[in-house]
């Protein structure tokens, strides 16, 4: 599959561009790597305005205190409603053991309403997420579009990365919000969201739709991995 440009068909791959998903970070092509920690929202409109004065300012020294760039994205994610309703699902045999038809029939009923809500609505939720970038390539080597990652220096990289993760998370986590890194499952999951939209996670799975985008898989027993020119 490929889009004509020209005489030559690029094909849907060279448009991607992640080049791997890897021990909690994401390499792209031009051998910069991520990682993502997802926080909890907060509403402050419920707050007085003592609290949400007092609130911003300790945010604002938060990211006073990150000394790296980072990225700020606010989207949505598909809200799992699979616990609520398998707990429904649970209470209404339970019902329909003790003898209880009536309640039993009426949470089937739901579930079938419910059921037909979901697939029509796809009910979402905000999810907010904090990008951590890091370049691991010297100047020189941009300068040069020489984009080969070595294997020293993607270790610097994860290290780094998981210093600044940790500084982020417990930034947070002292203003009341819940925060954590994305594992490997989730980040394929997040870009799974971002180049499919419109497709249910549930109906394709991320890592399927993403293995066969993402053109070099990296054997993660091999050191040398990353020596790509």
């Known amino acids: 599959m490929g889009l004509l440009t020209g005489d030559r068909v690029r094909t849907t791959q060279a448009h991607v561009l992640v080049?791997?998903?890897?021990?909690?970070?994401?390499?792209?092509?031009?051998?910069?790597?991520?990682?993502?920690?997802?926080?909890t929202g907060c509403?402050?409109?419920?707050?007085?305005?003592?609290?949400?004065?007092g609130l911003?300012?300790?945010?604002?020294?938060?990211l006073a205190g990150w000394r790296w760039p980072y990225q700020i994205v606010v989207g949505r994610k598909q809200q799992n409603l699979d616990v609520?309703?398998?707990?429904?699902?649970?209470?209404?045999?339970?019902?329909?053991?003790?003898?209880?038809?009536?309640?039993s029939d009426l949470v089937?009923?739901?579930?079938?309403?419910?059921?037909?809500?979901?697939?029509?609505?796809?009910?979402?939720?905000?999810?907010?997420?904090v990008v951590l970038p890091y370049d691991p390539l010297s100047p020189a080597d941009r300068a040069r579009r020489r984009y080969v990652l070595p294997s020293d220096r993607y270790a610097t990289g994860l290290e780094e990365l998981a210093r600044r993760c940790d500084v982020v998370v417990r930034g947070l986590t002292r203003l009341g919000l819940g925060a954590r890194r994305l594992t490997d499952k989730e980040l394929m999951a997040m870009l799974h969201r971002?180049?499919?939209?419109?497709?249910?996670?549930?109906?394709v799975p991320p890592m399927a739709r993403l293995q066969s985008l993402i053109v070099r898989a990296y054997d993660q027993e091999k050191e040398t991995a990353y020596d790509v020119a």
């Open 108 to 129: 089937a009923d739901l579930l079938g309403f419910m059921d037909e809500i979901i697939k029509g609505v796809n009910p979402q939720v905000h999810r907010y997420l």
């Open 84 to 103: 609520f309703c398998q707990t429904l699902a649970d209470r209404a045999r339970l019902w329909e053991r003790e003898g209880k038809r009536l309640y």
């Open 43 to 53: 509403d402050i409109s419920r707050m007085s305005e003592n609290q949400r004065i």
């Open 194 to 203: 971002i180049y499919y939209p419109n497709v249910a996670g549930r109906q």
């Open 19 to 39: 080049e791997a998903v890897r021990d909690g970070v994401v390499v792209l092509k031009t051998k910069d790597m991520a990682a993502v920690v997802e926080v």
């Open 56 to 62: 911003l300012a300790q945010y604002e020294r938060v």
